[in-house]
């Protein structure tokens, strides 16, 4: 297996093999080739049906015809010039006729990124120094918020070489639970910047909010002036034009947004309210800065991917979610499975767990080895799953009927087998 030897010669060149943790998994990890729409090739001549697409990014398919047209084009003009772009003003204005909280926006190259420089704004604009963030949600590695955070991390609390002065001021709190950010609040109210939040939480699994509960927090935040961001790395542009804001009606003072965004290419951003972001260098003094931020590869990738992305297209994503979501909970029903099937829109789940999951403790219930069962069992018949039970499956555009029969055949029998 050319894979199998590849991994063992790049451990000993890149730390355990990949350039990031989750990548790695036993015995070892497949190495791409390339990749066409729903399908990745990897170098031993298999094929995957995708679920994973890059962990998020990828919601029209791999190596999408417009996007690599619109980026050959744009390379032959030049990949960074360290001085504004047209294109960066234009996918700024999308940016912000897209997301209900967005009126002006600061481009950065991640998610992490995004993240870190949200916080930074929200210290400064209010003063205070505390953050809230949810148990089992991931927003970057960053030490700001690299605590209990996510599937990467899950089981490494915080991180060796995060002083412990950083992660006093983030106070951790379960998600869907009213009672206890109201005791929080009102026992620290006064030193907490923000709240960050994934509206759904995609990093502990699929957990979607409780009815109202996003609600509770804009209006939490509001009586306690605690700036409100949404990070949408996941969400943005996924599950509606406008992301999770616009699907669940509620508009945050902050959003960071990522994947989707850079069409495949590295990028993140944060935008909000104007009197907000202007605090952001050079108009304000909250110092935010990138050699990258706004190059025009990444740009031109995601105006190309943003302009493919219409109604249309989120009926459909709807529709495909919908069928194998369906499909799945039929296979489950058939063999009297209880596991836990969540998802909503082109993100999806199964929980091997029999209680219900709405929080991080409760997705921890799951029983990790059938998770890996499972997984080994979909890899060797051709469909590839981000490989823990702490990450959220995607489906993209390119995902066809023939793609969601075979999924379900290989999860109908890798399910009989794992009781
Ligand atoms: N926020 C969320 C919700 C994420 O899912 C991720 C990455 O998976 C990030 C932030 C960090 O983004 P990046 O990996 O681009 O730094």
Do not use: W
């Amino acid at each position: 297996m050319k894979s199998e030897e590849l991994f063992n010669e790049a451990k000993n060149y890149l730390p355990g093999g990949v350039d990031s943790p989750v990548r790695a998994y036993k015995p070892y990890p497949f190495f791409a080739k390339h990749a066409k729409g729903s399908k990745l090739f990897d170098i031993d001549g298999n094929v995957y049906i995708d679920y994973c697409l890059a962990y998020g990014p990828l919601v029209l398919g791999h190596a999408n015809y417009r996007i690599m047209k619109d980026v050959k084009k744009q390379l032959e003009l030049g990949s960074a010039y360290g001085v504004p772009t047209e294109k960066e003003v234009e996918l700024a204005k999308t940016v912000i006729k897209k997301v209900p909280c967005a009126e002006m926006v600061r481009f950065v190259n991640s998610g992490t990124e995004a993240t870190m420089s949200a916080i930074r704004l929200a210290r400064a604009a209010t003063g205070k120094k505390k953050i809230i963030k949810f148990e089992g949600s991931y927003h970057g590695a960053h030490d700001y918020v690299l605590v209990k955070s996510g599937s990467g991390a899950v089981g490494l609390p915080d991180s060796p070489g995060v002083p412990e002065e950083t992660t006093q001021n983030t106070i951790l709190t379960p998600f869907n639970d009213e009672e206890s950010l109201n005791a929080l609040i009102k026992k620290e109210g006064n030193e907490i910047a923000a709240i960050i939040v994934e509206p759904i939480m995609g990093n502990i699994g699929c957990i979607p909010p409780k009815e109202g509960y996003l609600k509770f927090l804009r209006q939490i935040t509001e009586e306690n002036n605690i700036i409100l961001i949404f990070d949408e790395v996941i969400t943005g542009f996924r599950i509606a034009e406008g992301g999770a804001q616009e699907y669940f009606g509620v508009t945050p003072d902050l959003v960071t947004l990522g994947k989707i965004l850079g069409g495949g290419f590295p990028m993140g951003a944060l935008a909000g309210k104007k009197e907000l972001m202007e605090m952001i260098a050079p108009s304000g003094s909250v110092y935010q800065a990138g050699t990258f931020n706004g190059n025009p590869i990444s740009v031109t990738a995601g105006l190309s991917m943003l302009k493919q992305l219409d109604h249309r297209f989120y009926a459909e994503m709807d529709k495909k979610g919908n069928v194998l979501r369906k499909g799945i909970q039929d296979i489950l029903d058939d063999a009297d499975l209880n596991f836990n099937l969540a998802g909503l829109s082109s993100m999806f789940q199964i929980y091997f767990t029999k209680e219900e999951v709405y929080d991080y403790s409760s997705a921890k219930s799951a029983d990790t080895e059938k998770f890996d069962q499972y997984f080994h069992y979909l890899l060797k018949n051709g469909l590839f799953l981000p490989p823990s039970q702490f990450e959220c499956c995607f489906l993209s555009l390119a995902h066809d009927e023939s793609d969601t029969q075979k999924t379900l055949e290989v999860i109908n029998s890798a399910l009989s087998s794992i009781r």
